[in-house]
């Protein structure tokens, strides 16, 4: 039979309620909040070019990206077969198997060239299209469509054909140009209609394309030693199926010259990668409207503890890191295998991402910001790391392995309903600069140093639901951690140097509702004096997983009861409906006992 006792010796032996029950100071182990904040948390340590994440779709495409219609008589016909062409037009240079498209008009091409090249070389200011209508074209030893000279290059695959284009694995120069992927321009690049492509290249990348990259539909099959798609200064999806399979990142945008340039926006679609490198990595920013996105970078989340992937930039077979012994320490060490990453901001607004990575599933080397979206994420590293902020408004996230759940300078959640699982720090705001993730998973395994400790980290919780298991702290801030709202469940193991919130600077509690199961090591830690909302802080003696604690107040009306889901010797609590100064009955397994809310 459950026994009720008084407040006695007895009690306080049992529960050894120590402190840390009805205490007014900040922390368990007694630290009180005299070290209040006087450190301006809202200055930013990253400096970067501003994002305009206003911009929509039609910001993005034009009208002409997605129109997939042509007039059939006024086009001009090219027949592929085997070893040359032939075309309908004297604008159309053919010699051998080498096939020049000089005409700003459309051109309509069928058939299968064995061994050749089109090359698009028209005027600067030309807008020509090319229909793929059942076409095969290998190239041995270069691209199979080479765009050399127009303003802008669509390709329209015709509804209901199937087309392919491939490389034999070898790219010998032609000219003075790098030709090193299947479909090579200089120049735009559009592709859309309703057909399908399907592209092999053993010994470079898929699609490049010098300047913007635009996919506004058809169903395309990507293979690659190196990128899948890759562009200098964007790449931009909608209505496409994208599956990709890369030796290296599988989508990846970079320039060089202009900071502002190199970034990705995926309106919609379903996007499939599996890169031995980054999933979708982008030198500028990243946008994500909605679509449903898959990603598999490095071998998934079982490898972040590999140095690197051994078999990176291997094509259509071999063993993938953690497959076999000798891939998992040869290979480049500063190999990135993250699911989505990005110099400048991350903006998600909407969608399905699944991404398992041996590194970060999701980083910024600024901010990132989640408005809505379901996430399934397993990571070797952090599920979600921004260098400067993180700000969470609205999802459905799932983090069934991480090294961190959410680390960034700055945390902010507002809404969403979010499980975490940690190895560590379930989050981690930090100063400093993250130099996880270059190795293949966690840094530290290896004597990196991850992101240094300061006192201008911020962790704010003022929506949504939070539910934290972490093998390290809960919520760790190297500043200050407030919660304002929402509702926050926090379970640690109850050995290490850990703690249920462990914060620089007096954590405090204001609104919402905080449950908590932990260890009580020198690390334990509870909210301030300072905060308004009642706290039940109490060291409760081993309870084992299944336990019940329970909250009563003087009417003995169930203010709060939950299931201890791993046993525990700790438990803190606060909620609206918990006063400070008043009394409650608390029952942790079968003791129970009156407590005064700090």
Sequence with gaps: MKRLLSVTLTLILLL????????????????????????????????????????????????????????????????????????????????????????????????????????????????????FNGVNINSETSSPIYILEADKVFITLADRTENTLSNGGTFTAIDENNIDAVIYSKQDL?????????????????????????????????????????????????????????????????????????????????????????????????????????????????????????SYGRFMGGSRPGQSSSATTTGDSSTSMKGMKAANSILISEGTITIDSADDSIHSDVSVTINGGTFEIASGDDAVHAEDTLIITACNMNVSESYEGLEAQKIYVKGGDILLHASDDGLNASGGTDSSGMTGGRDGMFGGGGMSSSSNGVVEISGGNLTVYASGDGLDSNGTLTISGGY???????????????????????????????????????????????????????????STVTVKDSNGNTIISYEVEYSCVLVIISSSDIVKGNTYTLTVGSTSGSVTAS
Aim: glycine fraction near 12%; charged fraction near 15%; hydrophobic fraction near 30%.
């Design 190 to 310: 559009t592709l859309n209609g309703s057909g399908s492509l399907t592209v092999t290249s053993p010994a470079g990348h898929g699609i490049v394309s010098k300047d913007d990259l635009v996919i506004t539909g058809g169903t395309y099959i990507v293979t690659s030693a190196s990128h899948g798609l890759d562009a200098n200064d964007s790449v931009r999806i909608a209505n496409a199926s994208i599956t990709v399979d890369a030796g290296k990142d599988g989508i990846h945008a970079e320039n060089s010259d202009d900071a502002a340039l190199g970034f990705i926006y995926i309106s919609s679609g379903a996007v499939n990668i599996e890169a031995e490198g980054d999933g979708i990595s982008a030198g500028s920013y990243m946008q994500i409207e909605s679509g449903d996105i898959y990603i598999l970078a490095g071998g998934g989340s079982e490898n972040g503890t590999s140095t690197s992937s051994g």
């Design 16 to 131: 050894g309620m120590l402190a840390g029950c009805g205490q007014t100071s900040a922390d368990v182990n007694g630290n009180n909040d005299t070290n209040s904040s006087n450190t301006d948390a809202s200055e930013s340590s990253a400096e970067a070019e501003e994002v305009d994440f206003s911009q929509t779709d039609s910001d993005m495409f034009t009208d002409r990206d997605y129109e997939t219609d042509y007039d059939e008589n006024d086009s001009i016909y090219i027949y592929l077969n085997g070893d040359t062409a032939t075309a309908s037009s004297d604008s159309v240079q053919i010699s051998g198997s080498t096939i020049t498209i000089t005409e700003n008009a459309t051109h309509i091409i069928s058939g299968t060239l064995d061994d050749g090249i089109i090359i698009v070389d028209a005027d600067e200011t030309a807008k020509l299209q090319l229909v």
């Design 488 to 546: 926050v469940y926090v379970a640690n193991p109850t050995s290490g140097d850990t703690s249920v919130i462990d914060s620089d600077i007096s954590p405090v509690i204001t609104g919402g509702t905080f449950i908590s199961t932990g260890s009580t090591t020198m690390m334990a830690q509870t909210f301030a004096s300072s905060s308004t909302q009642g706290v039940i802080a109490c060291t409760t003696g081993n309870q084992s997983a299944g």
